[in-house]
């Protein structure tokens, strides 16, 4: 079974530019999030969504935007972008919205750099 | 303060050495915790999930929780090399809240052969 999928796995942008990138979850999962992973640091979430629907939003400005696909695929959009969006940007997927022992199993993440 | 403190690093432990890794938190809703280990430009990977406080033992890994303390950890056993990555803490609330994860800032492990 093949594990969450993200693309592309790199990325080199100038400020101002824009950016999507895209997840694939676990086949089965309808459920997937975006965290932001700033080097030395942990990741912080972005988004949930589940079903089509955001089901949650960290504390990111409104330049960030996601949506989910009928095929329960996701792509994150970043506008304006800053030199303090370089980052990994990574994906999770997990079969429920938010079950208690729901687990989020992390793709391998798309590297952000922001020139 | 930040909802999740994680040990500062980096750390260097020989081969075979029992390594401990900490995390404390703020937030009495976190109900679960989850450590992950991140290999360089990897996705973090999940160790082990525990709701309880008390000890939960996979192989060579121990997580402990203690709930009253608001402090979790994590032990490795026999450590080896292969057990050289980020290892990160994580926390999220129960059901019907949003299921988002909280990390830790995350510690580098490197085991010595």
């Known amino acids: 079974d093949a594990g969450v999928t993200q693309s592309p796995t790199h990325l080199i942008k100038t400020r101002g530019q824009h950016v999507t990138l895209r997840c694939s979850p676990i086949?089965?999962?309808?459920?997937v999030s975006w965290y932001q992973q700033v080097l030395g640091q942990g990741p912080q979430f972005i988004f949930q969504?589940?079903?089509?629907?955001?089901?949650g939003r960290g504390n990111f400005p409104d330049r960030f935007s996601a949506r989910q696909f009928p095929n329960y695929s996701s792509e994150l959009n970043v506008n304006a972008l800053l030199l303090g969006d370089s980052a990994l940007y990574l994906c999770?997927?997990?079969?429920?919205?938010?079950?208690?022992?729901?687990?989020?199993?992390f793709g391998p993440g798309t590297r952000l750099t922001v020139l | 303060q930040k909802e999740v403190e994680q040990d500062p690093g980096p750390l260097s432990v020989p081969e075979g050495a029992i390594v401990s890794l900490n995390c404390t938190y703020s937030?009495?809703?976190?109900?679960?915790f989850m450590w992950y280990r991140q290999y360089s430009r990897k996705g973090p990977e999940l160790l082990m999930y525990?709701?309880?406080?008390g000890n939960k033992e996979d192989g060579r890994f121990t997580a402990q929780v203690d709930k009253s303390s608001k402090y979790i950890s994590l032990f490795i056993r026999d450590s080896q090399p292969s057990d050289s990555a980020t290892y990160l803490c994580?926390?999220?609330?129960?059901?019907?809240?949003?299921?988002?994860?909280?990390f830790g800032k995350g510690i580098t492990l490197s085991v010595r052969p």
């Open positions: 999770a997927s997990s079969s429920h919205n938010s079950g208690d022992t729901d687990t989020q199993y």
């Open positions: 086949s089965g999962h309808k459920s």
């Open positions: 969504y589940y079903e089509k629907e955001e089901r």
């Open positions: 937030n009495s809703a976190f109900q679960y």
């Open positions: 525990t709701y309880s406080s």
């Open positions: 994580a926390m999220k609330r129960p059901a019907g809240a949003n299921s988002k994860l909280t």
